[in-house]
């Protein structure tokens, strides 16, 4: 059973950093671009960053300067780096394809709550 574990959530003070993995168990990644995704209390689930197989990578511009996303095929394991989190990243965070045509199933994802 294929299944997105996301990890690495929690509460933060504004300003400060979480790094979030999200690991693939009964699979692997097969080269598939991965994107990290977020969805906040009332609002639309929004792709944040993303990562292809060779490395190269894309931001939302909401957080570009701030979030760094990265992967290790050898883990089946997708990263995304948040540093200078504001109050409006928070959110509840998944990772998953980055293919408008094949999704895993999502994750349970993981909370990343940031007071001001």
């Known amino acids: 059973q294929v299944q997105l574990v996301e990890s690495g959530g929690g509460l933060v003070q504004a300003g400060g950093s979480l790094r979030l993995s999200c690991t693939a168990r009964?699979?692997?990644?097969?080269?598939?671009?991965m994107g990290w995704y977020r969805q906040a209390p009332g609002k639309q689930r929004e792709l944040v960053a993303t990562?292809?197989?060779?490395?190269?990578?894309n931001f939302t511009d909401s957080v570009k300067g701030r979030f760094t996303i990265s992967r290790d095929d050898s883990k089946t394991t997708v990263y995304l780096q948040m540093n200078s989190l504001k109050p409006e990243d928070t959110a509840v965070y998944y990772c998953?394809?980055?293919?408008?045509?094949?999704?895993?199933?999502w994750g349970q994802g993981t909370q990343v709550t940031v007071s001001s």
């Open positions: 009964g699979t692997t990644f097969s080269r598939k671009p």
């Open positions: 998953n394809a980055n293919l408008p045509w094949f999704k895993f199933s």
């Open positions: 990562i292809t197989s060779d490395g190269s990578t």
